[in-house]
C-alpha cells in the first residue's frame, strides 16, 4: 500500500504536512499558555518528525514513479 505513488502523494503532500502544521500551533499555543518545556518539545520533536516524514515519503513516491515510468 506505502508503495503506490498515489498514496505517497496524499502523505506527502497533503496529510503529513498538515500534521506538522497543526502539531506546530499546538506548540505555539502551549508555549503562549506558559507551559514552555512541553511546548518546546512538541514543536521540535513533532513537528520536525512529520515535516521529515513528508520528505521522506516524496522521495519514496519519486522513485515510485520512475520504477513505474521504467517498467513500462
Do not use: C
Not at 502523494?9 to 506538522?20: D, E, N, S
Not at 521540535?44 to 515510485?64: D, H, I, S, W
Amino acid at each position: 500500500m506505502l508503495k503506490k505513488p498515489e498514496t505517497l502523494f496524499v502523505l506527502g503532500y497533503m496529510l503529513l504536512p498538515l500534521l506538522a502544521l497543526l502539531s506546530a500551533i499546538v506548540g505555539l499555543t502551549m508555549i503562549l499558555g506558559g507551559n514552555k518545556i512541553a511546548g518546546a518539545i512538541v514543536l521540535v520533536v513533532v513537528t520536525q518528525a512529520f515535516a521529515f516524514g513528508a520528505v521522506y515519503a516524496l522521495r519514496l513516491r519519486k522513485a515510485a514513479v520512475l520504477e513505474q515510468h521504467d517498467a513500462e
